[in-house]
């Protein structure tokens, strides 16, 4: 079993940047990735950003693609979001997910509000 614990969220005025983190704990394998989902109020919850671990190789949605960057760090099994030039429309409670071992795996979000 895995377990995901997200931090970073809060309010930021647009334009400003805001750094997402999620450490992950328990059983993961060689082939897994990682990323970050989000639910806007009254949205469904969409793909912004994910990272696959062996290759580093990244895809993000077209909304957020040239503002933010995923990253990871090896040794301690965390995924960053990095955010900049935030706007109003990325206001949403951010989850980090995982695949591993055939199964997905969800951290408990994190909420991001952007101000106008």
């Known amino acids: 079993q895995v377990q995901l614990v997200e931090s970073g969220g809060g309010l930021v005025q647009a334009g400003g940047s805001l750094r997402l983190s999620c450490a992950a704990s328990?059983?993961?394998?060689?082939?897994?990735?990682m990323g970050w989902y989000r639910q806007g109020p009254g949205k469904e919850r969409e793909f912004v950003a994910r990272?696959?671990?062996?290759?580093?190789?990244?895809y993000y949605t077209d909304s957020v693609r040239g503002r933010f960057s995923i990253s990871r760090d090896n040794a301690k099994n965390t995924v960053y979001l990095q955010m900049n030039s935030l706007k109003p429309e990325d206001t949403a409670i951010y989850y980090c997910?995982?695949?591993?071992?055939?199964?997905?795996?969800w951290g408990q979000g994190t909420q991001v509000t952007v101000s106008s």
């Open positions: 990272i696959f671990w062996s290759t580093s190789i990244t």
């Open positions: 328990g059983r993961t394998f060689s082939d897994f990735d």
């Open positions: 997910h995982t695949r591993t071992g055939g199964y997905d795996y």
